[in-house]
């Protein structure tokens, strides 16, 4: 059923768990994630990033396939349809698609800026239905050709974003888009609690979630972390289930070339790989 992301969270903060956002980019994707949230009994929330919802022909055609895919798997958890790095037109416009809850990236600009397209957005979101999602503190990397330099976020201008009413806070701790280069830090603990304590205890996001070791992500969890991304690890496994298929030579053998036979085991690493977050992330069962 879809739904906003607002209650999903609230409860994942207060129990303690993550609810895992995987980026979806084709309806093979769409169906892999929401059969293992239905297996594992976990809430989802479905991120589609601007490029995404271009390649699949907009964001009125992602919510149209979400909506009626939900409804033909019988899916029984709670779905979020949610716009991933919006821009401040994009988010208008998963707004107006029919999406259920909207992210706006305004951590390139100033924070007054910011604070001024944010406050904005949150009253035409909330006025929809929609929760919203903001950042402060740009995520490091390269993700759907949304750059980051990796700042860790002020405390205080978390602050002032979420007094502004957003449902969910994504601010920079060291995290990055992509893979991690060996040399990585790991994650700002001390930064995340002086965030989650300048925010009123606001659910917070951990982008850039594949790559992470499991035991920073546990432990971002129990600072205030209530979402986590996860998009690239996706890919990957995909890709190489894909690729082995290939290399097997089972696309010539009958009539394993037929896409809905090519693309079968992409799609079950990529259910796999899901249901695995879920139970790592504490949240199978909180449906």
């Known amino acids: ?42 809430p989802v929330i479905l991120g589609v990033s601007e490029g995404a919802g271009k390649y699949m022909t907009g964001f009125k055609t992602v919510a149209a396939m979400v909506k009626a895919m939900d409804e033909s798997l019988g899916i029984t958890v709670p779905v979020a349809l ?23 990236d305004g951590s390139h600009y100033g924070i ?7 406050k904005e957005l949150v009253e035409m979101a909330h006025d929809h239905g929609l929760s919203i999602e903001a950042e402060v503190g740009s995520i490091g990397g390269v993700e759907d ?13 978390c602050a002032k974003i979420t007094a502004l009413g957003v449902d969910f806070l994504a601010a920079g701790i060291g995290n990055i888009h992509g893979i991690y280069p060996a040399n990585w830090k790991g994650l700002d603990f001390d930064a995340l609690d002086r965030i989650h304590q300048a925010t009123n205890n606001i659910p917070l996001v951990l982008h850039g979630g594949t790559g992470i070791p499991d035991e920073m992500v546990k ?20 890709a190489e289930a894909t690729r082995k298929y ?42």
């Open 1 to 42: 059923m879809l739904v906003n992301a607002t209650r999903m969270l609230l409860k994942a903060r207060d129990g303690h768990y993550g609810v895992p956002q995987f980026n979806i980019n084709d309806l093979e994707w769409t169906k892999s994630v929401l059969l293992a949230c239905e297996e594992m009994k976990s």
């Open 82 to 104: 949610h716009l991933d790095h919006g821009t401040y037109e994009g988010a208008k416009a998963c707004i107006a698609a029919g999406f259920t809850s909207i992210m706006f």
């Open 112 to 118: 007054d800026e910011n604070v001024a397209k944010t």
């Open 145 to 157: 050709g949304v750059v980051g330099a990796g700042e860790i976020a002020d405390p205080a201008e």
């Open 219 to 238: 432990k971002a969890i129990t600072l205030g972390v209530a979402k986590v991304n996860i998009n690239t690890e996706c890919q990957l496994v995909f």
């Open 246 to 287: 290939i290399e097997a030579g089972k696309d010539q053998q009958g009539k394993g070339y037929d896409p809905r036979k090519l693309l079968a085991p992409g799609a079950e690493a990529i259910q796999k790989l899901c249901c695995e977050k879920i139970k790592m992330f504490g949240c199978d069962g909180k449906a």
